[in-house]
Every structure is written in structure tokens, then in C-alpha cells.
């Protein structure tokens, strides 16, 4: 089920900026040529994500989970001109879509794009890191929240995507591997006494994360 009504969400999209025609182009690439096409945060998330890199003035920017570009290109667009995103995917085929409408975008000296297990790739990146962006495999959100929080700046924001999960974290009768490792990761960062967080509606559920 969605979290937010349909036409609530229609209505959203239809009362903020549009995307330029190069994500327009790359949405449909996306839903045309790639499996499981609703990863992409799409319009709405795009553009709060380019807001939320505009207005904490971050200019290190660190994302799990490139898919197709759409969500390093919004963020791209809220960054300082010597700001940086590294962006990463295990999956070949996802970096390549990214690499090219990167290069397409005017920010493809803003965003390095890192393939292989994001695990490994984040034991060789250095913090501090302004804002990090996670929106990949659900059964390592734990895992990835504990390697990025001491990499974290001081004022820095963790934003942790599909934390609602299409309202399957109050199904008490999902136990799927994926909702499970949601409902966990929900648990630990509210219970976790270093940091302060607030779970939001959008989309499919939004968690910003900020040190205490």
C-alpha cells in the first residue's frame, strides 16, 4: 500500500519545480530499461533532497546506493561549485546509466560514482562527510548507518530513505527479511542516545538523522 494517497502525491509533484527535461529523460530511461524502476526517488524526493544539500550548505556529500543517477543529480544541484558527491552500487549496469547522464548534466566534475559491495568501498572513504544519503539493499541499513556515523561532520545529516516501507513496518505479520531489517534499523536510531532523528512521510518514508 502507498504511504502517501495517490492523489496527494499527484498534487505534491504538481506544486514543486519541475525537473529539468534531463531527468525527465532519465526517469524514463529508467522506468524503460532498468528492473525495478521504483528504486528511483523521483520528482518530489528529488527535490527535497536537492533542498536538504542547499540548505545545511553541505559540500561532502556521500550515497549509498547510485541506481540510476536520479538521486546524485538532484543533489548535485544543491551543491557550492567545489562541492563533491561520491556515490555508490554494486551493480555495474546502474553506474553506467549514472555515468552518462552525469556527464550530460554539467556536474560530472561534482559526482564520482563508486562500484562494488558500499561496505567495502566505505572502509576507503576519509569524513567528515556534510550529508549522506542511504537508499540501498534494506538488510544492511544497520550496518551501513553504524560505518557512516563516524564519518559524519559535526552539523552533518544522515537521510535514510523507505523507512516506511510502503506501511509494511506496521503489517506485524510481515516478516520478510527486508521489512524486518527496516523495523530494526527504525528501532536502533531512535533508541540510540548519540544522535537525534524524525521519520517523515514522504514519499515512502524519510529519516533524518543528526548528531546530538
Same mark, same amino acid.
Given at each position: 500500500?502507498?504511504?502517501?494517497?495517490?492523489?496527494?502525491?499527484?498534487?505534491?509533484?504538481?506544486?514543486?519545480?519541475?525537473?529539468?527535461?534531463?531527468?525527465?529523460?532519465?526517469?524514463?530511461?529508467?522506468?524503460?530499461?532498468?528492473?525495478?524502476?521504483?528504486?528511483?526517488?523521483?520528482?518530489?524526493?528529488?527535490?527535497?533532497?536537492?533542498?536538504?544539500?542547499?540548505?545545511?550548505?553541505?559540500?561532502?556529500?556521500?550515497?549509498?546506493?547510485?541506481?540510476?543517477?536520479?538521486?546524485?543529480?538532484?543533489?548535485?544541484?544543491?551543491?557550492?561549485?567545489?562541492?563533491?558527491?561520491?556515490?555508490?552500487?554494486?551493480?555495474?549496469?546502474?553506474?553506467?546509466?549514472? $555515468?552518462? !547522464?552525469? +556527464? *550530460?548534466?554539467?556536474?560530472?566534475? /561534482?559526482?564520482?560514482?563508486?562500484?562494488? =559491495?558500499?561496505? @567495502?568501498?566505505?572502509?576507503?572513504?576519509?569524513?567528515?562527510?556534510?550529508?549522506?544519503?542511504?537508499?540501498?539493499?534494506?538488510?544492511?541499513?544497520?550496518?551501513?548507518?553504524?560505518?557512516?556515523?563516524?564519518?559524519?561532520?559535526?552539523?552533518?545529516?544522515?537521510?535514510?530513505?523507505?523507512?516506511?516501507?510502503?506501511?509494511?513496518?506496521?503489517?506485524?505479520?510481515?516478516?520478510?527479511?527486508?521489512?524486518?531489517?527496516? $523495523?530494526? !534499523?527504525? +528501532? *536502533?536510531?531512535?533508541?540510540?542516545? /548519540?544522535?537525534?532523528?524524525?521519520?517523515? =512521510?514522504?514519499? @515512502?518514508?524519510?529519516?533524518?538523522?543528526?548528531?546530538?
Amino acid at each position: 500500500m502507498p504511504v502517501v494517497d495517490p492523489a496527494i502525491e499527484a498534487y505534491t509533484e504538481a506544486h514543486s519545480t519541475p525537473p529539468p527535461p534531463l531527468l525527465v529523460e532519465l526517469a524514463e530511461e529508467t522506468s524503460r530499461s532498468l528492473p525495478s524502476p521504483g528504486m528511483m526517488v523521483g520528482h518530489v524526493e528529488g527535490r527535497f533532497l536537492e533542498l536538504l544539500v542547499f540548505a545545511t550548505g553541505a559540500r561532502r556529500v556521500l550515497e549509498i546506493g547510485t541506481f540510476s543517477g536520479y538521486s546524485a543529480l538532484s543533489m548535485a544541484a544543491g551543491l557550492p561549485p567545489d562541492g563533491r558527491i561520491v556515490t555508490c552500487d554494486i551493480e555495474p549496469r546502474h553506474a553506467e546509466v549514472a $555515468r552518462r !547522464f552525469a +556527464d *550530460r548534466s554539467g556536474y560530472a566534475d /561534482r559526482i564520482e560514482i563508486r562500484v562494488g =559491495p558500499a561496505l @567495502d568501498t566505505l572502509e576507503t572513504l576519509d569524513g567528515p562527510f556534510d550529508l549522506v544519503f542511504v537508499d540501498a539493499d534494506k538488510v544492511n541499513y544497520t550496518s551501513y548507518y553504524e560505518a557512516v556515523l563516524p564519518k559524519l561532520a559535526e552539523r552533518g545529516l544522515i537521510v535514510v530513505d523507505n523507512t516506511l516501507w510502503s506501511g509494511r513496518v506496521l503489517e506485524e505479520a510481515d516478516d520478510s527479511e527486508d521489512t524486518v531489517a527496516i $523495523r530494526a !534499523f527504525n +528501532d *536502533r536510531v531512535r533508541a540510540d542516545p /548519540r544522535v537525534v532523528c524524525v521519520q517523515l =512521510p514522504v514519499r @515512502d518514508g524519510v529519516t533524518l538523522v543528526a548528531r546530538r
